[in-house]
């Protein structure tokens, strides 16, 4: 069982920047890929950045490139998502979520944190 805490979401400008933690429990961590998604009201939610668990390698979509950087610290047992340049259209809940190397799933999923980017 993994359980996951998101914190660093807020309301923020056009432009500004913000960083995403996702805090994980469990002696494994560096087990699990882990996933940012996102989900706009009224929108499907959808995966914004990926990371494997060593850190080695990582996944945007294509909105996000350039902009928005994800990696992880499995000493402390958290992952981040910083993101820069935000736009409007960033504005969503964002979720942490894992799931166990080599699988298909996410299984594992946080309780979400409301970015909002004003213009």
């Known amino acids: 069982q993994v359980q996951l805490v998101e914190s660093g979401g807020g309301l923020v400008q056009a432009g500004d920047s913000l960083r995403l933690s996702c805090a994980a429990s469990?002696?494994?961590?560096?087990?699990?890929?882990m996933g940012w998604f996102r989900q706009a009201p009224g929108k499907e939610r959808y995966m914004v950045a990926r990371?494997?668990?060593?850190?080695?390698?990582?996944y945007y979509t294509d909105s996000v490139k350039g902009r928005f950087t994800i990696s992880r610290d499995n000493a402390k047992n958290t992952v981040y998502l910083q993101m820069n340049s935000l736009k409007p259209e960033d504005t969503a809940v964002y979720y942490c979520?894992?799931?166990?190397?080599?699988?298909?799933?996410?299984?594992?999923w946080g309780q979400g944190t409301q970015v909002t980017v004003s213009s």
């Open positions: 469990g002696r494994t961590f560096s087990s699990y890929t």
């Open positions: 990371i494997s668990g060593s850190g080695g390698s990582t």
């Open positions: 979520a894992a799931r166990i190397a080599g699988t298909y799933n996410y299984n594992y």
